[in-house]
């Protein structure tokens, strides 16, 4: 059997070129690595490492998730570990590091079942300690932005959306973050606790979303030693370490602030920076048994 399962989904929303890009500098360093999706009916036990690595269906099949990864967890090396994923699944984890000194952006969590009451004062708190500002509502599991809508504060649907969110899970409710429409998010890429690489993912005029699919594009990025310190704080607060990790970060105007930590199938931007591709590489080589 090959040394190293990198985990997919079974139906991929879009080709995910460096997974290929991956598997072929494992090859040249002399490690057999093959894709598959992680609910395959394969035998855990037979792998070296199972790497979580694109995994974008989880979050329709959570619960199968974290079961499946708590399982594999005990029959191989699985990276991320069972804890992390279960730790960074649930956007809860942003208070979590404002509670430890981690500089990050604004944000309230509401819980699943709030009534509108609820729904209401978080809504009033949020705006006497922000102000007459645009807000952010989302899913606190989600990714690529879905479930997301801007909106004023005072907006009817913003406590509308919020309440429909409840109605289905936790949610969170953020300040929309000026910065991000101008210079967009800066993606802070780690092996291990070492720094690899940076892009700043900028969105398309008019848009706030930088994700791709909303039309933003990449560009590399060389990180502030302030990016630096935010990044390694977020990554030192995981429950345990890490293969890899993404740190989403913007600007502030005290400084950079943590928007997401991504410990579970971040794209990693592998293409953008020469040497990326074999530094990861080598790195998941020296976790092998």
């Known amino acids: 059997m090959p040394d190293i399962a990198l985990l997919t989904g079974r139906t991929m929303p879009r080709e995910v070129p460096e997974n290929d890009l991956l598997v072929a500098e494992l090859r040249a360093l ?5 894709i598959h999706p992680w609910d395959a009916d394969l035998d855990w036990s037979t792998y070296g490492l199972a790497l ?6 989880y979050w329709d099949r959570l619960d199968e998730f974290l079961a499946w990864a708590e399982t594999a967890g005990h029959r ?14 649930h956007k809860s984890y942003l208070p979590a590091l404002a509670e430890q000194g981690v500089s990050v952006i604004p944000t309230a969590l509401l819980r699943r079942g709030a009534d509108r009451a609820q729904v209401d004062k978080v809504l009033a708190a949020f705006r006497e300690r922000h102000g007459d500002v645009e807000v952010v509502g989302k899913p606190a599991v989600s990714a690529g932005a879905r ?32 910065s991000v429409l101008t210079r967009g998010e800066t993606s802070l890429v780690f092996f291990g606790s070492e720094f690899s ?9 008019g848009e706030y979303r930088i994700h791709e699919h909303h039309g933003g594009t990449v560009r590399t990025h060389l990180p502030s030693e302030a990016e630096l310190a935010v990044a ?18 913007v600007d502030l105007a005290d400084g950079p602030a943590v928007m997401e930590l991504e410990l579970i199938e971040p794209e990693l931007f592998l293409p953008y920076t020469d040497g990326a591709t074999t530094r990861y590489a080598r790195h998941l080589a020296e976790l092998l048994p």
């Open 30 to 34: 002399g490690v057999d690595a093959e």
């Open 197 to 205: 690489h940076a892009v700043r993912k900028v969105p398309a005029s």
């Open 52 to 57: 979580v690595r694109t995994t974008w269906d």
């Open 76 to 89: 191989t090396t699985l990276r991320n570990p069972a804890e992390v994923i279960a730790w960074n699944h």
């Open 147 to 178: 479930g997301a809508l801007r909106a004023h504060i005072d907006a009817p649907e913003t406590a509308a959306h919020l309440e429909s969110l409840v109605g289905e899970g936790d949610a969170l409710l953020q300040p929309l973050v000026e």
């Open 232 to 249: 390694r704080a977020a990554l030192a607060a995981a429950p345990a370490p890490v293969a890899y990790g993404r740190v989403d970060l």
